[in-house]
């Protein structure tokens, strides 16, 4: 019997571990579902098309259900270059601004990774904390000209 239990601990916290990975996602959704019930923090997966660019990483998305502004990091960090009317498959975290916000913000992506229909991939940062976390003289190295 203590064999078994040695065998089962590990088997079932191996198990648990896995499940809890697969339900972070990211969950395939559209951007009225976001509108409806916004999840902050919630790691998504949305394909649609850029509309617009509205200022240095920041876009208008649009999945046929509505649009969301897909925010790709600030433009100190890298440059992020898609032309209007370009097909993209989006993974990112759903976002409502910063937590010191007077006012509820619409939603917004918080851009993780971008792919076009050619299969070109474009890596905007990895889950965890933002890279530029901290500001161009942020903590982390390599975070700017500092």
């Not at 998504?44 to 649609?48: A, I, Q």
């Not at 010191?100 to 792919?115: G, M, S, T, W």
């Given at each position: 019997?203590?064999?078994?239990?040695?065998?089962?601990?590990?088997?079932?916290?191996?198990?648990?571990?896995?499940?809890?990975?697969?339900?972070?996602?990211?969950?395939?959704?559209?951007?009225?579902?976001?509108?409806?019930?916004?999840?902050?923090?919630q790691l998504?997966?949305?394909?649609?098309r850029?509309?617009?660019?509205?200022?240095?990483n920041?876009?208008?998305?649009?999945?046929?259900?509505?649009?969301?502004?897909?925010?790709?990091?600030?433009p100190?960090?890298?440059?992020?270059?898609?032309?209007?009317?370009?097909?993209?498959?989006?993974?990112?975290?759903?976002s409502?601004?910063?937590p010191?916000?007077?006012?509820?913000?619409?939603?917004?992506?918080?851009?993780?990774?971008?792919?076009?229909p050619a299969?070109?991939?474009?890596?905007?940062?990895?889950?965890?904390?933002?890279?530029?976390?901290?500001?161009?003289?942020?903590?982390?190295?390599?975070?700017?000209?500092?």
């Open positions: 019997m203590k064999k078994i239990r040695y065998f089962i601990g590990p088997l079932v916290a191996c198990l648990a571990g896995t499940g809890a990975a697969l339900a972070q996602g990211p969950f395939p959704t559209t951007a009225a579902d976001i509108h409806a019930s916004p999840t902050p923090g998504v997966e949305l394909r649609g850029v509309v617009e660019r509205l200022r240095d920041e876009f208008r998305f649009d999945d046929g259900t509505g649009h969301l502004v897909l925010d790709a990091g600030p100190w960090w890298h440059t992020v270059s898609l032309p209007a009317g370009a097909e993209v498959t989006v993974v990112g975290r759903v409502l601004g910063p010191h916000a007077r006012r509820a913000l619409e939603p917004e992506i918080d851009v993780h990774r971008l792919q076009t299969g070109e991939m474009i890596r905007v940062r990895d889950v965890g904390p933002a890279p530029w976390a901290g500001g161009p003289c942020g903590r982390r190295h390599g975070a700017g000209p500092c």
